[in-house]
């Protein structure tokens, strides 16, 4: 099992910046891939950007070059840093992890989805 819990979220204007924090608990040494989602009022889900073990990162094309997406293996947290914020990003955040069971001290499958409670970030215009 995992446990997600989010922070940062805020209130700040158009082209200005926030960080998200995603700190994980539980078997963390199982987890996969990390990942950040959002949802804004009305709208479905939408993936946003996500880490894997070895580092490399992936983003939704709205927020290339605007979003960085990080993971401190350390403190077992990760993080979002948004830059150049639009009205349009403002949406609950959610944090992910993908993780596979850990058993008898091997990660072994199936692996698994786990949400953190989710973070409001508004951008006003």
């Known amino acids: 099992q995992v446990h997600l819990v989010e922070s940062g979220e805020g209130l700040v204007q158009a082209g200005g910046s926030l960080r998200l924090s995603c700190a994980a608990s539980?078997?963390?040494?199982?987890?996969?891939?990390m990942g950040w989602y959002r949802q804004a009022p009305g709208k479905e889900r939408e993936y946003v950007a996500s880490?894997?073990?070895?580092?490399?990162?992936y983003y939704t094309d709205s927020v290339k070059g605007r979003f960085t997406i990080s993971r401190d293996n350390s403190r077992n947290t990760m993080y979002l840093q948004m830059n150049s914020l639009k009205p349009e990003d403002t949406a609950v955040y959610y944090c992910?992890?993908?993780?596979?069971?850990?058993?008898?001290?091997?990660?072994?499958?199936?692996?698994?989805?786990?949400w953190g409670q989710g973070t409001q970030v508004t951008v006003s215009s």
């Open positions: 992910n992890a993908d993780s596979f069971a850990l058993d008898q001290g091997l990660c072994v499958q199936p692996s698994s989805q786990y």
């Open positions: 539980g078997d963390t040494a199982c987890i996969s891939a």
């Open positions: 880490i894997i073990t070895d580092g490399t990162t």
